[in-house]
């Protein structure tokens, strides 16, 4: 097979539409781990428009590490058995324009490294999916704010809109006391003052 | 509530090529739709307005989600057997290789398609279409790409529909795919389209995507050879999935039992 020298033109991207609910979502999408099993968190939060309304036909997708900070290359994300971490998890917002996880808290990726949630959102009215972070806060379990000040991505990212990439710790309610279930809370701004840091890579 | 006034197609088509005739004068090729554009009126409130950040891929970015046997049956490619009866309209065959912007192939990867029904209308309980719900037909799909990056759904030519961005909006035919890289940063969503279609200059969905060249990477080909003795029609439509830059391990370069 002959590689061609010039990369080839990419496919675009088209809006996700208002009809996906019957097609992408799936019976299990947002439980990594099933709900208020030990050790699992609940990461959550809304999504916006531009008028700070909140946005009911959302897709959020979160791809992460594992709690020991490694890659997971297992299959059966779309058939949970209950047991086998994936690694991916798919989300569609409620009317509130709510989504909600329940997964395990990623590890560093490399030593000394802010453990984030790759996120990736999807709407109607949105043209081409959207790309970004969501770290966790410094006062979770496994990150610090030495590691989030150290991170190359955040450094980049003017202050004032730094925290738009960096989840907030969930003040306990009865409920999470009782689950021992940590919540993390990561809203997605598409436009406005508090817009969320979104993310172009190379190649794009 | 009453129905909101809707602009003519006439308006609408003036935004459009406004922005077509600023396009060529700038004279920088695009290649992905904008997600400023106002002529698609859901897009106004729900696109950035600051510049994308740049990002160095880390670890966890540079991998994609695994998916296996385990996932998908393989009886999900075929739209047409998933009821009782023959859903009506054309059948045809959609099928193409998935590649990362060097021309390697996407292995084993999840490809997922929707869509309308031949009649242009969803299964979705939001869709209002008047048009006929057919009860043999769905509109949902998945397989896993082969060894070589290629996938293939049967299904059934789905129909243009209305909508609601302006007045006698038409949506042009098309299936909506969902495709993962070998990596995080090439996730794409989009829809493929069907040659000739005489709603692509009417459409601000499909024309978000200023540039000509590019649109067209959306358009399916008629395929005789893909199209089969008294059975189906054939489309071929290949995908392209950038933001790539992982050097490739022998796992993803060799076509491994997995």
């Not at chain 1, 710790?169 to 436009?191: C, E, K, N, W, Y």
């Not at chain 2, 400023?36 to 696109?47: E, G, I, K, V």
Request: aromatic letters at 10%; charged letters at 20%; hydrophobic letters at 35%.
């Amino acid at each position: 097979m002959t590689t061609p020298s010039a990369p080839l033109a990419p496919t675009p991207g088209q809006t996700v539409g208002p009809f996906f609910h019957y097609a992408l979502p799936y019976p299990g999408d947002r439980d990594l781990v099933p709900q208020g099993s030990p050790g699992s968190v609940r990461l959550h939060g809304t999504v916006h428009d531009g008028a700070g309304a909140p946005v009911p036909d959302a897709l959020v997708e979160i791809w992460q590490a594992g709690p020991d900070g490694r890659v997971v290359q297992e299959h059966g994300s779309l058939r949970r058995d209950g047991f086998t971490f994936t690694g991916f998890g798919r989300a569609s917002t409620t009317r509130a324009g709510h989504y909600d996880f329940s997964t395990l808290l990623p590890g560093p990726t490399d030593p000394g490294a802010a453990p984030f949630f790759a996120v990736t959102v999807f709407a109607r009215g949105l043209l081409h999916r959207l790309f970004t972070r969501a770290y966790l806060p410094a006062d979770a379990p496994g990150a610090s704010a030495e590691a989030l000040a150290a991170d190359r991505l955040l450094a980049s990212v003017e202050e004032s809109r730094r925290t738009t990439l960096v989840a907030t710790t969930d003040a306990p309610t009865p409920a999470s006391a009782a689950s021992g279930v940590l919540g993390l809370r990561f809203d997605i701004h598409l436009q406005g003052g508090s817009e969320t840091v979104f993310l172009a890579y190379p190649g794009h | 509530m009453p129905e909101p006034v809707l602009a003519p197609q006439a308006d609408v088509d003036a935004e459009m090529a406004a922005i077509t005739g600023a396009y060529e004068q700038a004279g920088v090729v695009e290649t992905q739709p904008r997600r400023d554009y106002a002529p698609y009126r859901s897009s106004l409130l729900r696109h950035p307005t600051k510049s994308l950040h740049h990002a160095d891929p880390e670890t966890i970015e540079l991998w994609a989600p695994c998916f296996g046997p385990t996932d998908v049956d393989p009886l999900e490619a075929d739209l047409t057997v998933q009821h009782t009866g023959e859903p009506i309209g054309e059948r045809m065959v959609v099928t193409g290789r998935v590649t990362d912007g060097e021309g390697r192939p996407v292995r084993h990867q999840l490809v997922e398609i929707w869509q309308a029904n031949a009649g242009g209308r969803y299964v979705h309980k939001r869709d209002q279409h008047p048009a006929a719900v057919d009860p043999n037909f769905t509109g949902v799909g998945r397989c896993l790409t082969d060894g070589d990056g290629w996938y293939r759904f049967t299904t059934i030519k789905p129909g243009p529909y209305p909508w609601k961005n302006h007045r006698n909006a038409w949506r042009p035919a098309h299936i909506h795919f969902s495709m993962f890289g070998t990596e995080f940063t090439q996730r794409v969503v989009t829809q493929m389209y069907f040659p000739g279609d005489p709603l692509f200059a009417l459409d601000p969905i499909f024309r978000s995507i200023v540039d000509p060249a590019a649109r067209a990477r959306l358009v399916a080909s008629y395929d005789h050879d893909v199209t089969t003795h008294e059975w189906a029609t054939g489309y071929r439509w290949d995908i392209v999935l950038t933001g790539s830059n992982r050097t490739l391990t022998e796992t993803d370069t060799e076509d491994g039992d997995h």
